[in-house]
């Protein structure tokens, strides 16, 4: 499968973005999907995951109550709704893919290009 990330951009801080990965070449239901951020200068970092169901999900620390993962299946997609961004979310962010969510959160799995999200204060 390969996932194509996208949705990034300028956006000012307390503002909502979305993105979006598609897997294509096969179905991404039988994966735990999740997404990465690596900020400049700094390690890359988990930002939440679903798992294949899409009936449990999980957020770092920094991001919840305000990071939402979904899936949709049918369109062979996972989202990542952002809202409240703060200037500390400005980072190059990932998708991934593996079929357990254990080890998709330490990094290991089939990834995506990075999309650019900046958010200005």
């Known amino acids: 499968v390969q996932l194509q990330a996208s949705g990034g951009g300028l956006v000012q801080a307390g503002g909502s973005l979305r993105l979006s990965c598609a897997a294509s070449?096969?179905?991404?239901?039988?994966?735990?999907m999740g997404w990465f951020r690596q900020a400049l200068g700094k390690e890359r970092e988990f930002v939440g995951g679903?798992?294949?169901?899409?009936?449990?999900?999980y957020y770092a620390d920094s991001v919840k109550g305000r990071f939402t993962i979904s899936r949709d299946s049918a369109k062979n997609t996972v989202y990542l709704q952002m809202n409240n961004l703060k200037p500390e979310d400005t980072a190059d962010y990932y998708c991934?893919?593996?079929?357990?969510?254990?080890?998709?959160?330490?990094?290991?799995?089939?990834w995506g290009q990075g999309t650019l999200v900046t958010v200005s204060s």
């Open positions: 991934a893919a593996h079929a357990s969510i254990v080890t998709l959160q330490t990094g290991q799995g089939l």
């Open positions: 070449g096969r179905s991404n239901r039988q994966y735990a």
């Open positions: 679903i798992i294949p169901s899409g009936t449990r999900t």
